[in-house]
């Protein structure tokens, strides 16, 4: 018998295939997790993930570890190895430094964890992060990509264009930041999970960003349409292929009439399901790129 505190977490290792990392995360976050932590070594994805031990108990994570191994088996692959352990909040947060390090992206950022002093010298944007129970911290694919896209985006942007960006989905607020470094005068951001919502209000903090520049709040896109005062001029969304294809209906109420957007979270085979639902509602995919095996595209409203 365990004994716990509410101060105490559940650590979730999962060890797969790397091609299995998507619909680990999915499964994750369905079962309630609260952050994670990926790394790639010897063609293995090692996913770390986060739950306070009162939400789940022993029988529940052996079921989530048999739902992990069907997945893995129903699309042909090796059963992945899941594991767990209880550790308190101070080992919650040395397990994130274990994982994550300095990571440059793209031509202009570099990302800096919270407990690692930047260098005042470098030529890069500094962005700095700490993760803690929200996704997004730059070691994705996806976050790689989006962050990239914003550059081809908003290179050259003054603060004088006036640039507004809504950010779907913020997680850590990695976007929303990342905007500002580079040109964004102001972002809007929304998130499901309060403890998104946090997060980014803390690493707004961090990187001494002022509260005006970044309106955050939980809630749906609806919501975010609702309150921005004039529609954007881009957005970003990183979430999954199949909740990006049911808000497609709403993106031309987020952005103006020559508004752009960067979707990514998309395997690229579900590409073809995304790209007929942007069709569907006039949109037109503008660039594609790939990264392992996951998209990001750029898409701007069609001429037609």
């Known amino acids: 018998m365990l004994s716990t505190s509410n101060n105490s977490w559940w650590e ?8 299995l990392e998507e619909q680990i995360f999915w499964r994750l976050q369905n079962f309630g997790c609260q952050g994670m932590a990926s790394q790639k070594k010897d063609s293995r994805i090692y996913v770390n993930s986060y739950l306070p031990v009162e939400k789940a108990n022993v029988l529940d994570l052996a079921s989530l570890a048999l739902l992990l191994k069907q997945d893995a088996i129903a699309t042909n692959y090796e059963a992945p190895i899941t594991q767990w352990t209880v550790i308190n909040d101070e080992d919650w947060s040395s397990s994130w430094k274990q994982h994550w390090h300095p990571q440059e992206i793209g031509d202009l950022f570099v990302i800096y964890p919270a407990w690692i002093e ?8 500094v962005l700095r ?10 070691a994705h694919a ?3 990509l989006c962050l990239e896209a914003l550059e081809m985006r908003l290179w050259g942007a003054k603060l004088e264009d ?8 913020c997680g850590s607020g990695i976007l929303s930041i990342g905007a500002l470094l580079i040109g964004a005068t102001q972002t809007y951001a929304i998130d499901n999970d309060i403890l998104a919502i946090k997060a980014t209000n803390h690493n707004r903090q961090l990187n001494d960003i002022s509260e005006d520049k970044i ?4 809630g749906s896109i609806q919501d975010l349409i609702v309150h921005m005062p004039a529609p954007a001029n881009g957005f970003t969304c990183n979430i999954l292929a199949d909740i990006i294809v049911d808000m497609v209906p709403y993106f031309d109420q987020l952005v103006n009439a020559n508004g752009w957007g960067i979707l990514s979270g998309i395997l690229v085979e579900q590409v073809p399901k995304v790209a007929e639902a942007l069709d569907a ?6 660039t594609f790129w790939k990264r392992q095996e996951w998209a990001c595209l750029t898409i701007r409203r069609s001429e037609y």
């Open 12 to 19: 979730i290792q999962v060890i797969a295939e790397q091609s």
């Open 281 to 286: 509602h006039k949109w037109t995919i503008a």
């Open 162 to 169: 006036n640039i507004v960006v809504a950010d779907v989905g």
């Open 129 to 138: 992060l700490d993760p803690g129970s929200a996704f997004g911290t730059g």
């Open 142 to 144: 996806t976050t790689q």
């Open 215 to 218: 309106w955050v709040q939980e």
């Open 118 to 125: 930047p260098p005042t010298d470098g030529d890069r944007k």
